[in-house]
């Protein structure tokens, strides 16, 4: 009873560091992107973007077998099993090889394409610039990968405060150097030399911190082909996914680079932070599950714990994802405005049409985590491959005729399908989770914000407020937020939701007192 109560504290602790990590990389994001777009220009965030969006195809050799390491780590970890724990981690360690010297290979692919697609969009020093930064990436991505092996303990072992505090203090001391160093080289290469050097710090940290405090042993017993195999057909499912992810985030960049150049890459670029910064606000809650998953799925084989804990963490996720979705529709484009500054318009519909359908697959990102322990996540893989193809079709054709906001608007659609849909259906029928029960669920947390939403925004519109700046700005977030907050604890929490907020202002409170 003790270990499971100490175990509950930390994913609660987890949750909260997870959206303190997650609010940190918003406050940075306002802070940082402006910085950038007026410090390299918009030509070079343009080849930012374009070098990111290749490199995250190449990153995914890493996310590709990170689900699979954390998987089969956290099943011998439930199981007390420490010499299948060690290999695990061994054969993992040899996977990483392996991967690592690919990536080279397609590092250098990846510079040659880049040198035949982009030879009209990108300037001669662009071009050198590009293969730069595509090397140090590359060797970014060798680290991350080994990385894994150490995050991988850590998440097991439900040491949450340590990885995110490594993480926090990452983003927020990262952006500082970038700054500092633009103003001497203000180049796009210049962001990925400071990635580089404070991904090496945090593998440091976190590689002793699982050597030295958790004690875990990367020690091959025997050569396991069973294991390793496991690994790589689990690990094959989520490649299909994460190529089809990959598809729908980044190749939308590389079509409106190719059509129109890097300068209209960087109004996709703005957008494209604001939706990205929107992810973790989803993910934030079901990052911490997985440990908890894997012992449900042993211990109730009927389902119905992991399907009530399903139901539970998608209303939680539901409010603040809500509150950034209705506030950005609000207040959207004057933020874009004092942001990035004029000339971005376009960002504010772009962010909409990907926002909007993601909120779907952000409410319900526990189901990912539901499908990677019962091993059923080959699936999606094979749904979002098929939704990808179609995808890279329909916005080559759209593209030339509507600009980014067609090719935003083909991927908005199909990301509805894909997750409104189909893998609604899947959770119902295959995982067998009470998704009518759910949504009946979610209709209660969103039907009263939605309303208040629609309200305010009437409001705001019909009576032609102008925001004067950034402090008038915050003012009215404080007042959205707070009578957002008012409405969700009145008309959408349930009783046990209530008793979280009340708790947590309780807990607020004696802090206060103490100080």
Known sequence: MAEKAAGSKRRRIGIVLSYAYTISQVIVNLLYVPILLRGIGASEYGLYQIIGSVMAYILLMNSTFSGGVTRFYCKYFAEGDLRMMETTLAISRRIYNYAGIVSVGVGAVAIAIIRIVYSDALTDFQMIESAAMLMILIA??????????????????????????????????????????????????????????????????????????????????????????????????????????????????????????TSVVAVYGVASQ?????????????????????????????????????????????????????????FGNEFIAMWAGEGYQDAYPIALLVMVPYTVDLMQNLGLTIMQVENKYAFRGVVYSILAAVNIAAVVAITPIYGPIGAAACTGFLMFIGNGVVMNVFYAKVIKLDIAGYWKGIARVCFPLMLFGLMFYFVWKTNGIVIGGWSEFALWAIVFGLSYLIVAYRFSMNGYERGL???????????????
């Not at 983003?171 to 203000?186: K, T």
């Not at 907020?501 to 100080?515: A, N, P, Q």
């Open 274 to 330: 604001i939706y990205a910064a929107y992810g973790p606000m989803g993910t934030a809650v079901s990052s911490v599950f997985m440990p908890r998953i894997s012992v449900l799925y042993h211990a109730d084989k009927t389902g119905a714990a992991i399907s009530e804990l399903f139901n539970r963490v998608g209303r939680i996720a539901a409010y603040p994802l809500l509150l950034v979705l209705l506030g950005f529709i609000v």
């Open 140 to 261: 970014n991505l060798i680290v991350t990968m080994h990385n894994t092996i150490d995050v991988a303990v850590i998440n097991a072992n439900e040491r949450f405060s340590f990885l995110k505090a490594t993480q926090i203090v990452s983003v927020v001391v990262q952006p500082i150097l970038i700054v500092l160093l633009i103003q001497w080289q203000p180049f796009a290469i210049s962001i990925v030399c400071i990635q580089f050097v404070m991904n090496l710090a945090c593998f440091v940290v976190q590689r002793v911190y699982r050597g030295r405090i958790l004690h875990a042993r990367i020690k091959m017993h025997t050569f396991d082909k069973d294991l390793m195999r496991a690994i790589l057909k689990f690990s094959s499912g989520i490649l299909m996914v994460l190529v089809a992810d990959q598809v729908f985030w980044r190749t939308n960049q590389l079509i409106v680079g190719f059509f129109f150049g």
């Open 501 to 515: 907020v009340r708790d947590m202002l309780g807990k607020i409170s004696r802090f206060v007192r103490i100080r």
